[in-house]
């Protein structure tokens, strides 16, 4: 068996064996080597090649039940096994280099049971030690290359990758190409330090560029792309890289403050503290503020790191706005190792990781999973959108079993087979994302995605214009669905009444046949027709009724966005209405000479191409022929006293970044109401900026766009009279809510 043969027999081996007691014992022997086997083999693609070809957490499932089947059968654990150590992570290429001490992995958590248990060991293991005062704090987890650097009276003289933790690879001459790290610091003595070199994702989007236009192969990620630009042997290479590096350790030796050392050190805002409360710990890691603030940042992190120290021992504030120990900086990577030398020899660590720590991992952002079958959906316009079924994975806290394959020429760039595993996405709440095959996995037997050649619901011929493929029969049942579902959507017509359910029985039984029909449905003998279909009584076809009649007054842009109209959404409706308003469209043949106006280009969003294409639309026959039954129906036309939907702007937009005294939701709402539109991202058309402490990237592209900016904490809370939320703990104490962004 090759690597992605072995992965996925042990994938699906741990699924009909799930309890590694449950193994027979004729196999253990064999399962327990092919273990680690594989994930030798893959800590080598890893930390070595850059270039994995499984999931953190595919991996992290195949390291766990290796380490319960060593739990459940003791005899059989070997000193070659993964868990005793970092075991196929040195390579050939550099000159070996001795970690004074373990520059060890860490044991990984990803939810707050496995936290908790961390804690119970940790409380149990320290107690015994007579350690009883114990507090947590957290560091970001940074997702680069582990680096030690060693300084002697002030000289950098030593850089060393992990390696296996005990011996790692003497990278000092590549090191020194990384502008951040200071390669002279005033201090006399040896002082070891630890940190992360790292690639910004804004510098990964220009070398990916530059491979792409000189056919080398992009980097997938950006931790890919440091490992990969660390190991090259041509130090000038390195230079070119644009790679940056945190520290974030200090080992041994006088307490320093890093920062004034030159250090390249990380910062967070204060928001997140010191405890000695394990449960607070859970609910920052869990907090979707912190994780926001750091997606906004320039490089990658993957989740964050619980730290135990002795809090008998004073921690340092130099980072701090005040002096009470509460408001001590997490992020500030000058906490005092000496205040936790204690607690780090006596908790200890194992051959893999080290006691006194644990890395949270975020939910996982990229999934990997097999696409098992691919089937082809019709939309509302006829497209034929080619559908993968993959076998469904956990991702961003949803179940995920089907995603879109987009078009065709996706499905060449992308060189994306039937039987193959694939990279999936999913940032926030948005639609999951296939970002391209994983061809180290193929074993042969995946097959090419062909178009089909007739319309897998009405069988009408499918032709074939620039990327897509279309149905362009207009009776097509599935044309029709889709068309209705959307004119009935919440951001539409707003007719709940009509679910996807009952919309494919109405026209499965030729009731709707288009989106007009449904203005038919009110009819007394549709109403008895209604009747017939279960759960459908008295009262809820009486509610249905009237949310259709009182579609027929929705404001315009419902209207229009319903309709379907080319280049036309939610937020250029709302603007095309208000457009139509000024002219004073009040009927619709009023409406379909504005809409000939090329006057309509000076609208936001709606270019030259876009104007053509609604134009086009709007002088169809079969457009027009459903706009005069929408008419006779009743619905109304008219963009007179049409409201400006709520989110949209009558001061203009804004965006923000940095830290405030107000929690992300409390501040953009208490903005929306005074008439601002929110924008994610600034813009050459963003009003105003908003910037707190420590901002991200956004900031530099708002003065580049020169728009108007607003920065000081008191001139912000008084400009807009904005107010700060107070949360009540206790009666003794109240806590102002702050907020990450």
């Known amino acids: 068996m090759n690597l992605s043969e072995s992965t996925q027999y042990l994938q699906s081996f741990i699924k009909k064996v799930p309890n590694p007691e449950h193994i027979p014992d004729s196999e253990l022997k064999t399962i327990y080597q092919l273990f680690i086997d594989t994930l030798t083999d893959h800590n080598h693609l890893?930390?070595?090649?850059?270039?994995?070809?499984?999931?953190?957490?595919?991996?992290?499932?195949?390291?766990?039940?290796?380490?319960?089947?060593?739990?459940?059968?003791?005899?059989?654990?070997?000193?070659?096994?993964?868990?005793?150590?970092?075991?196929?992570?040195?390579?050939?290429?550099?000159?070996?280099?001795?970690?004074?001490?373990?520059?060890?992995?860490?044991?990984?958590?990803?939810?707050?049971?496995?936290i908790r248990e961390w804690a119970v060991r940790v409380a149990k293991l320290a107690e015994k030690?007579?350690?009883?005062?114990?507090?947590?704090?957290?560091?970001?987890?940074?997702?680069?290359?582990?680096?030690?650097?060693?300084?002697?009276?002030?000289?950098?003289?030593?850089?060393?990758?992990?390696?296996?933790?005990?011996?790692?690879?003497?990278?000092?001459?590549?090191?020194?190409?990384?502008?951040?790290?200071?390669?002279?610091?005033?201090?006399?003595?040896?002082?070891?330090?630890?940190?992360?070199?790292?690639?910004?994702?804004?510098?990964?989007?220009?070398?990916?560029?530059?491979?792409?236009?000189?056919?080398?192969?992009?980097?997938?990620?950006?931790?890919?792309?440091?490992?990969?630009?660390?190991?090259?042997?041509?130090?000038?290479?390195?230079?070119?890289r644009g790679l940056i590096a945190f520290i974030y350790d200090q080992l041994g030796g006088e307490i320093v403050d890093l920062k004034s050392l030159g250090m390249p050190v990380f910062e967070l805002p204060e928001n997140f503290l010191v405890t000695t409360d394990i449960e607070q710990i859970i609910t920052w890691c869990q907090d979707f503020q912190i994780k926001h603030f750091l997606e906004e940042q320039d490089f990658d992190f993957d989740g964050l790191v619980i730290k135990v120290s002795d809090s008998k021992t004073p921690q340092n504030t130099s980072n701090c706005n005040t002096s009470e120990k509460s408001d001590f900086s997490l992020f500030d990577t000058e906490t005092p190792v000496n205040s936790s030398e204690d607690i780090r020899s006596a908790l200890g660590s194992t051959e893999h990781h080290p006691r006194r720590a644990i890395a949270y991992k975020f939910p996982a952002q990229q999934v990997a999973s097999q696409i098992q079958e691919i089937t082809f959906q019709v939309g509302r316009t006829g497209i034929i959108t080619p559908v993968a079924h993959i076998e469904p994975i956990s991702l961003s806290g949803a179940t995920i079993s089907r995603v879109s394959l987009h078009n065709f020429d996706f499905i060449a760039k992308k060189q994306i087979k039937k039987g193959d595993f694939v990279r999936v996405q999913r940032s926030g709440e948005v639609i999951p994302y296939i970002l391209g095959s994983i061809k180290e996995r193929r074993n042969g037997s995946e097959e090419l995605i062909i178009p089909p050649l007739f319309c897998p619901e009405c069988g009408d011929p499918i032709t074939n214009i620039d990327i897509h493929y279309y149905c362009t029969n207009p009776s097509c049942p599935a044309q029709i669905r889709e068309k209705i579902t959307h004119f009935v959507s919440r951001d539409a017509m707003d007719i709940s009444g009509i679910g996807e359910a009952m919309i494919e029985v109405l026209v499965k039984q030729k009731m709707l046949n288009s989106v007009a029909d449904i203005y038919h449905l009110t009819t007394l003998q549709n109403q008895i027709l209604l009747r017939k279909f279960p759960s459908f009584g008295e009262k809820k076809i009486t509610e249905l009724v009237n949310q259709i009649e009182r579609s027929k007054k929705q404001p315009l842009w419902r209207l229009l966005n319903a309709l379907g109209i080319p280049h036309i959404g939610k937020k250029t409706a709302q603007d095309v209405a208000e457009y139509l308003a000024l002219?004073?469209?009040?009927?619709?043949?009023?409406?379909?000479?504005?809409?000939?106006?090329?006057?309509?280009?000076?609208?936001?969003?709606?270019?030259?191409?876009?104007?053509?294409?609604?134009q086009l639309f709007m002088t169809n026959p079969e457009t027009l022929k459903l706009l005069r039954s929408l008419e006779q129906e009743g619905v109304q036309f008219s963009a007179i006293n049409e409201k400006t939907n709520p989110e949209s702007s009558s001061h203009g937009t804004f965006s923000l970044t940095g830290t405030f005294p107000i929690a992300r939701t409390d501040l953009i709402q208490q903005m929306q109401k005074l008439g601002y539109r929110y924008e994610e991202n600034p813009t050459s058309g963003t009003t105003v900026m908003l910037i707190g402490e420590k901002p991200g990237s956004k900031a530099e592209k708002a003065r580049k766009f020169g728009i108007l900016i607003y920065e000081n904490r008191e001139t912000i809370l008084k400009e807009f009279h904005l107010t700060i939320p107070i949360k009540l703990k206790d009666e003794n104490e109240r806590i102002i809510q702050g907020g990450l962004f």
């Open 129 to 240: 030690k007579g350690i009883l005062n114990r507090e947590y704090h957290l560091e970001p987890k940074f997702d680069g290359l582990s680096v030690e650097c060693i300084y002697h009276d002030g000289k950098l003289t030593q850089a060393i990758t992990r390696g296996d933790g005990k011996i790692g690879e003497d990278i000092t001459a590549n090191v020194m190409m990384i502008p951040s790290i200071p390669k002279q610091i005033s201090y006399l003595g040896t002082l070891q330090v630890r940190g992360e070199i790292m690639m910004p994702k804004s510098q990964l989007l220009k070398l990916n560029q530059q491979r792409d236009h000189s056919g080398q192969t992009p980097f997938s990620n950006t931790r890919n792309a440091a490992a990969g630009s660390i190991k090259l042997l041509d130090s000038r290479e390195v230079a070119k």
């Open 46 to 114: 890893y930390y070595i090649e850059a270039k994995p070809i499984i999931s953190d957490a595919e991996y992290d499932e195949l390291f766990a039940y290796l380490k319960a089947m060593e739990e459940y059968f003791p005899t059989i654990i070997s000193s070659t096994s993964p868990t005793q150590g970092l075991v196929g992570q040195l390579s050939d290429g550099f000159k070996k280099a001795v970690h004074q001490i373990p520059l060890l992995s860490l044991e990984n958590s990803y939810n707050a049971e496995d």
């Open 583 to 614: 002219h004073k469209v009040t009927s619709l043949d009023q409406m379909i000479s504005a809409f000939s106006n090329d006057g309509l280009a000076d609208v936001e969003g709606i270019g030259e191409k876009s104007l053509q294409a609604i």
